[in-house]
């Protein structure tokens, strides 16, 4: 039952997004696995580091209510001596969010050494931070306090490895970021520089918050 | 129609691998998705059979059981795998993941999905996580006897549990965990396509309830696969580190006391997975709301009744599902003040369930109704919605949940709601969009006896279930004859059995008429059902970018059916205004 409106072919200049005046498409440069995929918006990935990190803060949400509630169930929660590398971690991951704000001005304002430079920084000092984590682990081992020894100490080592991992992730992006060739990439070296810290500054405020919750729940 | 150029470049792939296996193009990963899907319902099914056979002659020989005899573990063994495969890979995948990448980047005008990499391995995780899950089957002790709400302890103490609960369960707690990843995946591009790659003129108040309930659908995905992720972590690590999140102290199992586990509460693990589990009953059924609303619009030549209503619904119905996890745990000790609170929200979703299906008749209401197989589904997705809601208002009250929890009534329940209607919102989306899909119809005549044995089949095994429930007839049990009090309703047991048997019977007509239907079935041409949306603007089936580069500009709304004054019964989305004028 065909129907009778027929079409007719006029190409305008039109944007994306229901209506805004963005113009079509993005940087895409056609090339990928399949032999090429349409250009996005720029925006497409703001949007999906923020929805992926609500993923994430609900992953993280149901280990902090598992925590408090697994801490009120009974007597069997045992405190053990907190790590003292803990907080010197944490002011590494917080300086390196300063580091990330750095190297994304100079990279806005074209600076390109400069951004290497303190990209290569927060890199460093993001590696720092898991080497901290590890160290903590040496610590806790030595205290004779592993995974299994209290519900206190396996929260302890699943709510650091998960932020770990995460940051591990992020790590990894930010070395997408400094090695990536862009003139073949879909995404721009801005756009993936802002949002890899937006993803980092996100893990940062994660970290403080998880923290927080061994340091006063221990 | 008026267009506009599309931004990328578009080559199509041309190797075999990068075109049907390693594929990008979003219609291909949606093909994908579905005959993961389809083959999962066959497995499911099978599975189904087996035990229904077994409920009736329980000392029937059976195939892949040592000694020919079921024996009750098996049997809940065939319980746990058909559970978890239907809910993971049939209602999550098919109507979502399989429907909605296949036909919603059209919708909107899009050439494909955001993140076209994403979305390959979003479908390769859950194809992993299927291999994983049915892998359980082949390992030593079998598959899981703990149900698909894997429920500690029996899911977390291991071997000493029982046969499955080794590395059947594991397998299974990674099966599950590994679907939570490509189900997130596939959330965040579900929701970024929605967002940022609607054509021009495509505003949130023009796009097809298809694409709200699919957009819905994500975002409750996004917010409760994590949670379950966690949970899956969790008891992983109670499972294969000793951990004791989940498993209390002073447990005996046949004889043997747990000494290695202290304190940790079997229903945390409830209130997470159920955080999870109830939202999962919208994520498989809110798809096929959306197709249903799309169908009957589109079969009764009448705009959607109360559009703006039908998405306030939806979004109601998808807020209010993470507000009512408690209802699934009534009799787990909660305080009557909880229990009031949960009741109440529970109840409430019925106001926007209830919005829905009087807009669904509203839409029928003085419509030109075209009976055609796609409609038929539709209107049985309305019954059973109706039918399996009712009993839910049941269930909501904690005093008669105290009394029908873990029986039959509850398996009654939640099959007719969130299994078969949605099942039946699958088969309006296969019968309305195979001529897209593959550029073929259906039969038509093959697909309305398919329907009406379905229909009438699944009714006459689920409703019979509701007075064993009734009846007190506990879930679960493999074998009744034991039972004095149940032996009187084991008629009803055959009843259910023969009508399971002719109902599965009549899913080869479904699967016959798919694939000689692909081959054979004749040439659809674009618009078979003069519909109004976007898919339908284009060749059928879809080229690789969809709209060779043009992509179209919307102007209205996506039901204007039967619009006073014109001369067709539909003016498709894309259709100028100056357009309609001359046309009609």
């Known amino acids: 039952m065909p129907g009778t409106i027929t079409d007719e072919i006029e190409i305008i200049d039109a944007g994306r997004g229901g209506g805004n005046d963005i113009p079509a498409g993005g940087d895409d440069d056609g090339e990928g696995p399949g032999g090429g995929s349409p250009g996005i918006p720029q925006r497409a990935y703001f949007t999906v580091i923020q929805l992926g990190l609500a993923g994430i803060v609900m992953f993280f949400m149901a280990l902090t209510s598992s925590f408090l509630v697994r801490k009120g169930l009974g007597n069997d929660w045992v405190t053990f001596n907190f790590p003292r590398i803990l907080w010197l971690n944490t002011l590494i991951l917080l300086a390196s969010s300063i580091t990330i704000q750095i190297a994304r001005r100079h990279l806005h304002e074209d600076q390109r050494a400069a951004f290497r430079r303190w990209w290569s920084v927060t890199t460093s000092l993001g590696i720092l931070f898991l080497a901290g984590q590890f160290i903590a682990w040496r610590q806790l081992a030595g205290q004779g306090v592993f995974l299994v020894t209290n519900p206190s100490s396996s929260f302890f080592y699943v709510l650091t490895a998960a932020p770990g991992l995460h940051l591990f992730g992020g790590i990894l992006a930010l070395l997408y970021v400094s090695h990536r060739n862009w003139q073949r990439a879909r995404i721009s070296q801005g756009t993936a520089a802002d949002v890899a810290s937006i993803y980092w500054h996100c893990m940062d405020g994660l970290w403080v918050f998880l923290f927080a919750l061994l340091y006063l729940g221990r | 129609m008026v267009t506009h150029e599309s931004g990328g470049h578009h080559h199509p792939p041309s190797g075999f691998i990068r075109k049907y296996i390693f594929s990008l193009d979003h219609k291909v990963i949606g093909i994908q998705y579905y005959v993961l899907a389809l083959f999962s319902v066959f497995v499911g099914m099978a599975l189904s059979l087996l035990m229904r056979i077994h409920l009736v002659w329980p000392s029937a020989k059976m195939p892949f059981t040592p000694g020919g005899q079921m024996t009750p573990e098996q049997y809940l063994a065939l319980l746990t795998m058909h559970g978890s495969i239907m809910v993971f890979m049939v209602l999550t995948t098919a109507p979502q993941s399989g429907f909605g990448n296949f036909i919603l980047p059209i919708q909107i005008g899009a050439e494909d999905m955001a993140f076209p990499v994403l979305n390959m391995l979003s479908f390769w995780v859950t194809f992993l996580s299927l291999v994983v899950l049915i892998s359980a089957f082949f390992v030593t002790g079998g598959a899981p006897i703990s149900g698909w709400t894997a429920y500690p302890t029996l899911s977390a103490l291991g071997q000493i549990a029982g046969p499955g609960q080794g590395a059947g369960q594991t397998l299974w707690v990674i099966g599950v965990a590994i679907f939570c990843i490509g189900a997130l995946l596939g959330a965040l591009n579900f929701i970024t396509t929605t967002v940022d790659l609607r054509t021009k003129g495509m505003t949130l108040g023009r ?367 894309h259709v100028t205004p100056e357009r309609v004028g001359k046309a009609h």
């Not at chain 2, 709200?212 to 580190?241: E, H, K, Y």
């Not at chain 2, 044995?453 to 506990?474: D, E, K, R, S």
Request: proline content about 6%; overall charge neutral.
């Open chain 2, 207 to 573: 796009m097809p309830l298809t694409v709200w309930s699919w957009l819905i659908t994500a975002i409750l995905g996004l917010l409760a696969f994590g949670v379950l992720l966690a949970a899956c972590l969790l008891l992983l690590l109670d499972r294969v580190a000793g951990t004791s999140f989940f498993i209390p102290g002073g447990l005996v199992v046949t004889d043997t006391p747990i000494v290695s586990h202290t304190g940790g509460s079997p229903l945390l693990w409830q209130h997470l997975f159920w955080f999870f589990g109830h939202p999962e009953v919208y994520i498989a059924i809110l798809p096929g709301m959306g197709v249903t609303s799309h169908v009957l619009s589109t079969f009764s030549r009448k705009p959607v009744f109360g559009y703006k209503a039908m998405v306030g619904a939806l979004s109601a119905i998808g807020f209010l599902g993470f507000c009512v996890w408690g209802h699934h745990m009534f009799i787990s000790g909660m305080s009557p003040y909880s229990a009031f609170a949960f009741s109440l929200l529970t109840m409430t979703i019925g106001v926007p369930s209830a919005i829905k299906t009087f807009n669904w008749l509203g839409t029928l209401w003085g419509g030109k109704i075209r009976f055609t197989t796609a409609m038929m589904f539709g209107l049985g997705f309305v019954s059973l919605f109706v039918t399996g809601g009712l009993s839910g208002l049941f269930l909501a009250q904690p005093s008669i949940d105290l009394y029908l929890h873990d029986t039959y009534f509850v398996v009654a329940h939640f099959h007719l709601i969130m299994g078969v209607a949605s099942i039946f919102g699958i088969f309006a989306a296969t019968y309305f969009w195979f001529p897209k899909m593959f550029g073929r119809m259906l039969n038509e005549t093959i697909g309305k006896i398919h329907f009406w044995f379905t229909f009438i089949g699944v009714y006459t095994i689920f409703m019979p279930m509701h007075f064993l429930g009734l009846a007190g007839h506990p879930r679960r049990y493999a074998d009744t004859t034991g039972v004095n009090f149940l032996a009187p309703l084991h008629s009803v047991h055959y009843f259910i059995t023969i009508a399971a048997m002719i109902t599965i019977t009549a899913q080869l007509l479904f699967l016959f008429n798919f694939f000689y239907s692909m081959k054979a079935g004749q040439k659809a041409a674009d618009n078979p059902w003069n519909a109004t949306t976007l898919e339908w603007s284009i060749p059928s089936p879809p080229p690789f970018d969809n709209f060779a580069g043009h992509i179209p500009v919307v102007y209205r709304g996506p039901y204007e059916f039967s619009v006073p004054g014109a001369t067709d019964d539909y003016i498709p989305q």
